[in-house]
T-cell receptor, first 117, second 109 residues
Framework: GAVVSQHPSRVICKSGTSVKIECRSL??????MFWYRQFPKKSLMLMAT?????????EQGVEKDKFLINHASLTLSTLTVTSAHPEDSSFYIC?????????????FGNGTRLTVT | GQNIDQPTEMTATEGAIVQINCTYQ??????LFWYQQHAGEAPTFLSY??LDGLEEKGRFSSFLSRSKGYSYLLLKELQMKDSASYLC??????????WGAGTKLIIKP
């Protein structure tokens, strides 16, 4: 089955530093990947749609200069949380869908738990 | 606006059957997905319905009625490991997923 690998699974960083999270589709190509954020006991919140070879599309209220997204290849998207602050602490999850197959399900990475101290 | 409604929380007994409902109002429809999410983990895919009717997959079944904007996930022979949140998501006319808030299912012995 389709596998999405996300790293790191857990990261603790100091306030003001930047953190990069990688999302890879291991056995399929993904022109589009999605980045979600989830607070405890809350639903998934779509942050941005990552498009291979072009700029990401950000949801309303999400700062594009703070959450930098790079989708350099058909199998890799990265999310960089810049100048992290404690309020950025959250569970970040990426997902991907096979290119050209709109009815295929989203496959999720295992998520990254970010703690900013 | 687009809206997905599902109960916040449900409780059921081990070995029993539970039905989790989902109603939706979206701009267009290109299928409905059910995902399972255990606490602290990412969602995992359970089922996909795009035509009316029942899709059965082992202990889990999912039903869709497009005319009613309604779906349900049926879980049989409940096991303790089924305790999780169940997320309903609808793909709209732009192939974007609209997510429900999830239903937390608590299984009691």
């Amino acid at each position: 089955g389709a596998v999405v690998s996300q790293h790191p699974s857990r990261v603790i960083c100091k306030s003001g530093t930047s953190v990069k999270i990688e999302c890879r589709s291991l056995d399929f190509q993904a022109t589009t990947m999605f980045w979600y954020r989830q607070f405890p006991k809350k639903s998934l919140m779509l942050m941005a749609t990552s498009n291979e070879g072009s700029k990401a599309t950000y949801e309303q209220g999400v700062e594009k200069d703070k959450f930098l997204i790079n989708h350099a290849s058909l199998t890799l998207s990265t999310l960089t949380v810049t100048s992290a602050h404690p309020e950025d602490s959250s569970f970040y999850i990426c997902s991907a869908r096979e290119t050209g197959i709109f009815s295929s399900p989203l496959h999720f990475g295992n998520g990254t738990r970010l703690t900013v101290t | 606006g687009q809206n997905i409604d599902q109960p916040t929380e449900m409780t059921a007994t081990e070995g029993a059957i539970v039905q989790i409902n989902c109603t939706y109002q979206t701009s267009g429809f290109n299928g409905l997905f059910w995902y399972q999410q255990h606490a602290g983990e990412a969602p995992t895919f359970l089922s996909y319905n795009v035509l009316d009717g029942l899709e059965e997959k082992g202990r889990f079944s999912s039903f869709l009625s497009r005319s009613k904007g309604y779906s349900y996930l049926l879980l049989k022979e409940l096991q303790m490991k089924d305790s999780a949140s169940y997320l309903c998501a609808v793909m709209d006319s732009n192939y974007q997923l609209i997510w429900g808030a999830g239903t937390k299912l608590i299984i009691k012995p």
